[in-house]
């Protein structure tokens, strides 16, 4: 509230000869504003919207009524890429032979090839890419991979895990070109 300090004088005179009076001195007190100041604070931050959470749209697979046929791809429009260490990319195209005689290296160079050509003698509703990282593959890798997948607008994509026999090709694969 605002004050006014009225001491120092008694009753005013007019004419000539008689003094003018002080200025009177005003003190404003800010307490009540400090308290208008905490509430309007206080009802900004309980009216504000906080940052709503961001994330990553998936699409699942539909369910089907049996549970063996839930995730079947047709071998044909299959691509798996494996991540090895030292930036190894290595590939196969449907099912993995048992000789190994389809397992094939590149880098990650010539891998975008790779998928061009797999998705253009694909049926769209076929192709798949299956990713899988070895146990030495990095996360940049892993993530140039996922890239790849995009700039190529590869629709469906997995990653999985490796099996040993895919180990022990990439390992096979990486002593014969001296990889260590």
Partial sequence: MAEMDTSGGGKHKKGPGVKKGKKLSTRIDLTPMVDLGFLLITFFIFTTT?????AMKLFLPKDTEKPEEQNKIKASGALT???GKGDGVYYYEGELLPDGSNFKGSNFKDI????IDKKK??????FVVV???G????YKNTV?????????DVKRYAMVDIFDQEIQLMKATEASQGIK
Avoid: H, V
């Fill in 81 to 83: 890429i494996m991540l």
């Fill in 121 to 126: 003698s694909t049926n769209p509703q076929d």
């Fill in 135 to 138: 146990p030495e593959a990095t």
């Fill in 131 to 133: 990713i899988k990282p």
């Fill in 112 to 115: 975008r090839r790779e998928i």
């Fill in 144 to 152: 140039d991979i996922l890239d790849e997948m995009t700039i190529n």
């Fill in 50 to 54: 906080m940052s709503q959470p961001t």
